[in-house]
């Protein structure tokens, strides 16, 4: 399914501001520090704005050679395992240098993200479905009206 730039930014910022949400909550309960949850909340999700795009372009690029579930796991695999634990551990120890608060936020934060993502993704293909049922519809009328 072809996904423009345009959606692919919209999806980014719809996903950011989720994140956005779920990390301050899980930060804040683990460090109880509305300035350290704000920094590490608003580095994370600045970075992962670009992070998040990117990763969406390289998918569209691999197209159909990886499908189904399949595709689902490898994505969700690479982007919250991978690029998650990665960038937000090295964010949370950059500002709290506590290598227990960055074990407890980037498990909590990144496992709970995971099957957010899964639903989140399995949503923007439905509405991205639904979209174009919803177009060829209204193009199927428009061609009869004209007969």
Same mark, same amino acid.
């Given at each position: 399914m072809k996904i423009s730039h345009k959606e692919s930014i919209l999806k980014s910022i719809i996903w950011r501001l989720l994140g956005v949400l779920v990390l301050a909550l899980v930060t804040f309960a683990f460090t109880g520090s509305l300035i350290v949850t704000t920094l590490i909340t608003f580095l994370h999700h600045f970075v992962f704005i670009f992070v998040y795009y990117l990763h969406e372009r390289l998918w569209i690029k691999i197209g159909d050679r990886i499908t189904g579930r399949k595709r689902t796991i490898l994505r969700t695999f690479f982007y919250e395992i991978i690029l998650g634990h990665g960038i937000?551990?090295? =964010?949370?120890? $950059?500002?709290?240098?506590? @290598?227990?608060? #960055?074990?407890? *936020?980037?498990?909590?934060?990144?496992?709970?993200?995971?099957? =957010?993502?899964? $639903?989140?993704?399995?949503? @923007?293909?439905? #509405?991205?479905? *639904?979209?174009?049922?919803?177009?060829?519809?209204?193009?199927? =009328?428009?061609? $009869?009206?004209?007969?």
């Open positions: 937000l551990g090295l =964010i949370t120890w $950059l500002l709290t240098g506590n @290598w227990t608060q #960055v074990t407890l *936020i980037t498990i909590v934060y990144i496992e709970n993200k995971l099957w =957010i993502y899964v $639903l989140y993704d399995w949503l @923007w293909d439905k #509405v991205k479905r *639904i979209k174009n049922k919803e177009l060829r519809k209204w193009i199927n =009328i428009a061609e $009869l009206n004209q007969i």
